[in-house]
């Protein structure tokens, strides 16, 4: 049983359309990211929230932390092929543990 | 700017081989750890450090040795491979990991692996 379940799994979706991305769970967590993750490469950082019901915005790509530090979203507007990738949320428990979502796999066709 | 760098990228053993993934980072970071990536599983922490001489284990250790003698190296080892450690490594590292420090994870490129 994973501890952070994200969904969809997988999302095909033509240029230009607006998408959103969910990561949940029933425990509860001091901090979540979202991380990117390219074929062939490491996951790179995207954001990290602390605060219940906190909102952070990078470009088109709007993060949301639930209010009771739970769970997680990850909208994107008018999507563009180079956010093609692999999404990892991850989040920490404790001082030195931090647990990584299921993934969603994103394609965005041209 | 080498970051952390893994080696090696690619590497196919056979039942009951041993190996070392290497991983090495110049950026003076305290924290260093390994996850290991299955399809539909993400990543899961193998073993993780928080300093030279200090090391812990993640959800899944059983399989892997880790050993921490300086800041800069983090190796991992698989002392008799089994076919169930076919996936992709990575080595990950952060300037420290606390409660109060929601430190950026730092990658390496991943260790390609297939036990056969």
């Known amino acids: 049983t994973q501890l952070l379940e994200q969904s969809p799994q997988f999302l095909s979706i033509q240029e230009g359309e607006n998408l959103t991305v969910y990561c949940n769970s029933s425990?509860?967590?001091?901090?979540l990211q979202w991380y990117r993750q390219e074929p062939g490469e490491g996951p790179v950082l995207l954001v990290t929230?602390?605060?219940?019901?906190e909102v952070k915005k990078l470009k088109r790509l709007t993060f949301q932390f639930g209010d009771a530090r739970k769970d997680s979203s990850l909208h994107i507007t008018a999507a563009q092929p180079g956010d093609t990738g692999l999404y990892l949320c991850?989040?920490?428990?404790?001082?030195?543990?931090?647990?990584f979502g299921t993934g969603t796999r994103l394609t965005v066709i041209p | 700017n080498a970051g952390v760098t893994q080696t090696p990228k690619f590497q196919v053993l056979k039942t009951g081989q041993s190996m070392t993934l290497q991983c090495a980072q110049d950026?003076?970071?305290?924290?260093m750890s390994w996850y290991r990536q299955d399809p539909g599983m993400g990543l899961r922490l193998i073993h993780y450090?928080?300093?030279?001489?200090?090391?812990d284990q993640g959800e899944v250790p059983n399989g892997y040795n880790v050993s921490r003698s300086t800041t800069e190296d983090f190796p991992l080892r698989l002392l008799s491979a089994a076919p169930s450690q076919t996936s992709v490594y990575f080595c990950?590292?952060?300037?420290?990991?606390?409660?109060?420090?929601?430190?950026?994870?730092?990658f390496g490129e991943g260790s390609r692996l297939t036990v056969l």
């Open positions: 990950a590292s952060s300037y420290s990991w606390t409660n109060a420090n929601t430190g950026e994870l730092f």
């Open positions: 425990s509860v967590f001091s901090s």
């Open positions: 929230v602390v605060t219940g019901g």
């Open positions: 991850a989040g920490q428990i404790g001082a030195n543990n931090l647990f």
């Open positions: 950026m003076n970071h305290e924290y």
């Open positions: 450090s928080v300093g030279a001489g200090i090391t």
